[in-house]
């Protein structure tokens, strides 16, 4: 297992898994170089999830997704792995709060992450400009 940060050669698979999933994922360019961690599993990627920072010491998570073809387990046991990595890392960029929108269906596995509910079934919207 390796955590390493985000390549844009990387892009390209990511977007393939939220397509996958049926999801819609993140355009391209969204996905920073610094902020954005991708776990590989023998060479191979497996996870990614995004640190954005902002101008405060409010930080956003974004982005959670995993190859589809990683089985339950291994993507619960290295998923925890690359957030403690991400809080670690959001930690050391004097990032004191961290945010992340979420499915309702997540919630319990976020709080075994640590985090704490804050805002009931809010969907989150953007506009490309």
């Not at 999933?21 to 360019?29: A, H, L, M």
């Not at 996870?47 to 409010?58: D, G």
Request: hydrophobic share 40%; charged share 25%; proline share 3%.
């Amino acid at each position: 297992m390796l955590i390493r940060p985000y390549k844009h050669s990387d892009y390209a698979t990511i977007a393939s898994w939220w397509e996958a999933f049926g999801e819609i994922g993140p355009q391209e360019g969204m996905m920073i170089e610094d902020g954005t961690f991708v776990l590989e599993i023998d060479e191979k990627l497996a996870l990614s999830l995004t640190v954005f920072k902002t101008q405060s010491t409010i930080g956003y998570l974004e982005g959670y997704i995993s190859d589809p073809e990683l089985d339950k387990v291994a993507r619960r046991k290295n998923g925890e792995e690359l957030w403690n990595h991400c809080f670690n890392w959001a930690r050391w960029q004097g990032i004191k709060v961290l945010i992340c929108y979420n499915k309702p269906i997540f919630v319990e596995r976020y709080e075994a992450l640590g985090m704490t509910k804050s805002i009931g079934n809010l969907t989150s919207m953007f506009k490309t400009l």
